[in-house]
């Protein structure tokens, strides 16, 4: 913040590092962007000034060279991760793939780093949505199957429980029966993938975050 008498924020703007050479997606935010902090009052008095024009970026050090971009991509890193268990063939909670490319479109047009893991057929997809909203720069696409999830080895062990539970076997007459209906009661599948969160979380940050 300058010291006239008028007291304005300002917007420091730091360049985006990435290497342009690479034909790989990666991420290469450094250095981080850093928020200045205003005080509420202050911020509410400068944006009624400014009602009828935008704030502009102001030079600070003499660092800024040119005007700041439009758009301030974020300095934290989104991990996801989508993979087809075969939704779309079930009768009750049926979701085809399209309908999670619909959802996880909201999730392509973030302007932050993102680490995604999919399976081979959402690779072309994924990669190209990024791509439109030129964030393939900052976006690493990672094939991974559900064999290769560590909790795939109790696959077996997961259908052996879930058929007990649905053949009543083992279905506790306290449990809520409308519950076997739901997928996490019927697929071991959809259990393994979904309790892997921590695993991508981990896999991200130990892998592909350097």
Avoid: C
Wanted: charged share 25%; net charge positive.
């Amino acid at each position: 913040m300058n010291t006239s008498t008028k007291v304005q924020p300002t917007l420091r703007t730091e360049k985006l590092q990435f290497s342009p050479s690479s034909s790989s997606s990666r991420i290469t935010t450094r250095p981080r962007f850093k928020v200045l902090h205003i005080t509420p009052k202050l911020y509410q008095k400068e944006i009624r000034r400014n009602e009828a024009s935008d704030l502009k970026p102001v030079e600070i050090f003499q660092q800024t060279t040119k005007a700041a971009p439009k758009v301030t991509i974020s300095g934290f890193t989104l991990v996801t991760a989508l993979l087809d268990i075969g939704r779309g063939d079930w009768w009750e909670y049926r979701r085809p793939l399209e309908s999670y490319y619909g959802y996880l479109e909201n999730v392509l047009q973030l302007k932050v780093n993102l680490v995604i893991f999919v399976d081979q057929k959402s690779v072309r997809h994924v990669y190209n949505r990024r791509k439109f909203y030129q964030l393939e720069h900052i976006t690493k696409v990672i094939p991974i199957t559900l064999a290769e999830l560590p909790l795939h080895r109790y696959m077996n062990l997961a259908m052996r429980i879930i058929a007990d539970e649905q053949s009543g076997k083992s279905w506790d007459q306290q449990w809520d029966q409308s519950m076997k209906t739901h997928p996490e009661a019927k697929s071991a599948k959809y259990d393994i993938l979904v309790n892997s969160k921590s695993y991508f979380l981990y896999n991200a940050s130990v892998n592909h975050l350097k």
